[in-house]
């Protein structure tokens, strides 16, 4: 079992930067493949970044590439997200997500690549 908790939502402006947090306990944390996900109302969850056991893999949706960036710190148990210069259709509530699957892209870029899910941080940006 591995329980993850996201935090580091908010509100911000257009232009502005967030970065995420997902602490996770259980399950060996390095032990598993990492994935960010998020769901704007109304929408389908969608595939944001992952980043493999070590974080020398890292997987992005096209659309995101150049203003996220996913990171993680094995020795803190955290799963992090960087996101830089916000638009208003990046408000949206993320989510983290594990498996203890090898990372293996594209696979990790599906929800049912993941077991484990996080309640989620809301994020807000305002034009």
């Known amino acids: 079992q591995v329980q993850l908790v996201e935090s580091g939502g908010g509100l911000v402006q257009a232009g502005g930067s967030l970065r995420l947090s997902c602490a996770a306990s259980?399950?060996?944390?390095?032990?598993?493949?990492m994935g960010w996900f998020r769901q704007a109302p109304g929408k389908e969850r969608e595939f944001v970044a992952a980043?493999?056991?070590?974080?020398?893999?890292?997987y992005y949706a096209d659309t995101l590439k150049g203003r996220f960036t996913v990171s993680r710190d094995n020795a803190k148990n955290t799963l992090y997200l960087q996101m830089n210069s916000l638009k208003p259709e990046d408000t949206a509530v993320y989510y983290c997500?594990?498996?203890?699957?090898?990372?293996?892209?594209?696979?990790?870029?599906?929800?049912?690549?993941?077991?484990?899910w996080g309640q989620g941080t809301q994020v807000t940006v305002s034009s």
């Open positions: 997500a594990a498996d203890p699957l090898p990372y293996t892209d594209p696979l990790v870029e599906r929800l049912r690549f993941y077991t484990y």
């Open positions: 259980g399950r060996t944390f390095s032990k598993n493949t």
């Open positions: 980043i493999s056991w070590t974080g020398g893999s890292t």
